[in-house]
């Protein structure tokens, strides 16, 4: 009994961070390590035909479910607050029904639209992937929609009673069993049936499938001991009716999914925008599709790890911040806000430098030596991205979840619209420069999600008088510490040479870097007294704060 009641028990807010990020950290490196097996399986051809159809699959989970974890979350948590606990399940059942209509909706409209959007993603490119192959791996991604809203359902529950170890462990167990699909389905599929790419990849592709099912599997057995304390049926009905708390879950709801499907629609038209500019700037169909789907898909894999703060960041975040807005504790909703986006500094800053610094060995493991030079400078340039989208995430969700979601959709839409509007100009002004015009891509992106992120850290500022004084002593403590980290790893890389043909020795290398930086910056942000736990400041930067 008492270990039914662990499983269960609630998460404080940094407990909560840490299980989330830590299960999420988890994912993101099983996310990065399978593409090793799997590119070198079904070659540049096979992952750009996968990167085609997943990123249509997040367009259509984003428009079934996007934004409902973190709704349901926000909601129940303000139910059981109030100690509304009838209207608290009642709510989980009525978006469970609302999840699995527009779950089934999106479905049906990606698996017989499949055919016209493989023709908007490839166009009239020739000597790459076919539009046969294309909307075949389109439909058979599609199944996954019909399960991955209802696990997200129940997870959002949970959340919302601050239980965070199940649905993180649950989330293992999606990645394990979807990874597990996509390289066993393709080994059998190329060495056993000697199935061609389009068929390799439209099987392994239905991972996405099995994983949810199995999530929701370890879910359904875990909660099931629970029920009556979870699903209390028993209950006095509350005053609130179905009418409301459906205008609740759907007001609540909206902003998240609107945010998350406008993110998802301009990767997938970020992607079609790169495909059409390169190929009209002469650039062959080969060169197109490596340069497109390693943008908008392979350098993102590597930044899993540097995305995976802020989303752990974000799991935990919300309910507590929706907490503290409820009991009018808005001290508490700046402390928890500022501490994240110091979290995020503190460690994804040296993180992205440090993959830059390391862009060609990184690069050579995960997708070998064949466009090496290409690859490692597109990653280079393009992880700084997922710093923003970090910073990005954690202040458009804080805003809805202080109820601004207006301002969170003004915001966003700044973003986008400048890099819509700068994509392919940016492109074709690299291009005059002699320079590669993916480049023009990268910078967009950085420019719209870094423009969203300031005018959210000023609307906040405006409408809740929040200070970010001790958060930029940080950034500042964060700068000096990686400058240093910095140019000690440039010194270290221009006289330390490697065999970078052996993927062993490549990560070795890598080891051995990464355990150097960090020393290094991890030594000057405590010299630097960043981490006043250990109450052990030897040296400060008060001249540069007043300055």
């Known amino acids: 009994m008492k270990k039914k009641l662990f499983e269960l028990k ?37 992952c750009a035909l996968y990167s085609y159809a997943y990123n249509v699959y997040i367009i259509f989970l984003d428009l079934s479910s996007a934004g409902i974890p973190i709704a349901m979350s926000k909601l129940i948590k303000e139910y059981h607050t109030l100690g509304l606990l009838e209207a608290k399940v009642r709510t989980y059942h009525l978006g469970k029904r609302m999840v699995q209509f527009l779950s089934f909706l999106s ?27 294309v909307t075949l791996a389109i439909r058979c991604v599609s199944i996954a929609i019909l399960v991955i809203p209802n696990l997200s359902i129940t997870k959002g529950y949970l959340q919302g009673h601050s239980i965070i170890n199940i649905p993180s462990i649950s989330q293992v167990i999606e990645q394990a069993t979807r990874i597990l699909m996509i390289l066993l389905g393709s080994f059998l599929s190329i060495y056993l049936f000697h199935l061609r790419v389009e068929q390799t990849v439209a099987i392994a592709i239905t991972g996405a499938f099995f994983g949810g099912m199995m999530a929701l599997f ?62 009209h700037l002469g650039y062959s169909a080969t060169q197109t599709e490596f340069i497109t789907s390693s943008v908008s898909t392979w350098t993102g894999k590597i930044g899993m790890i540097v995305t995976s703060i802020a989303m752990g960041l974000i799991v935990s975040l919300i309910p507590n911040m929706v907490e503290a807005k409820t009991l009018k504790k808005m001290d508490e909703v700046e402390k928890h806000f500022n501490k994240s986006l110091q979290m995020i500094l503190v460690i994804c800053i040296p993180m992205v430098l440090g993959i830059s610094i390391l862009s060609r060995p990184i690069w050579s493991i995960f997708y070998g030596r064949e466009y090496l030079e290409l690859g490692s400078s597109i990653l280079k340039i393009s992880i700084f991205t997922t710093l923003f989208v970090n910073l990005y995430m954690v202040v458009t969700s804080s805003l809805q979840s202080l109820d601004c979601s207006k301002k969170a959709y003004q915001i966003s839409c700044i973003g986008y619209i400048t890099n819509a509007m700068l994509d392919v100009p940016l492109m074709f002004f690299f291009h005059t420069l002699s320079m590669p015009p993916f480049l023009g891509a990268i910078l967009s992106s950085i420019l719209g999600y870094g423009l969203s992120f300031i005018k959210a850290l000023h609307t906040l500022k405006k409408e809740y008088h929040f200070r970010y004084k001790e958060t930029i002593q940080v950034l500042q403590k964060v700068i000096l510490s990686s400058t240093i980290m910095i140019l000690s790893l440039m010194f270290l890389t221009s006289h330390i040479l490697y065999y970078e043909e052996s993927k062993i020795i490549s990560v070795l290398y890598i080891g051995l870097m990464g355990i150097i930086g960090a020393s290094i910056y991890f030594f000057c942000m405590y010299k630097l007294g960043a981490f006043p736990f250990l109450n052990k400041k030897k040296l400060t930067l008060k001249k540069v704060s007043s300055s």
Do not use: C, H, W
Request: zero cysteines.
């Open 10 to 46: 609630k998460s404080s807010f940094l407990e909560g961070t840490f299980i989330a990020t830590i299960a999420i950290i988890i994912t993101k490196i099983m996310g990065m390590l399978y593409v090793i097996p799997f590119y070198a399986m079904v070659g540049m051809q096979g």
């Open 107 to 133: 479905f049906l409209m990606v698996f017989f639209l499949a055919p016209q959007i493989s023709f908007l993603i490839l166009g009239n490119l020739e000597g790459g992937n076919t539009l046969e192959g």
């Open 218 to 279: 370890y879910i359904k057995i875990k909660i099931k001991s629970q029920k009556e304390k979870l699903f209390e049926n028993n209950l006095q009905r509350d005053e609130i009716d179905d009418k409301t708390i459906k205008k609740k879950i759907v007001s609540y709801a909206i902003p998240f999914i609107l945010i998350d499907l406008a993110t998802s629609v301009y990767n997938f038209v970020d992607m079609v925008l790169l495909s059409r500019t390169m190929t």
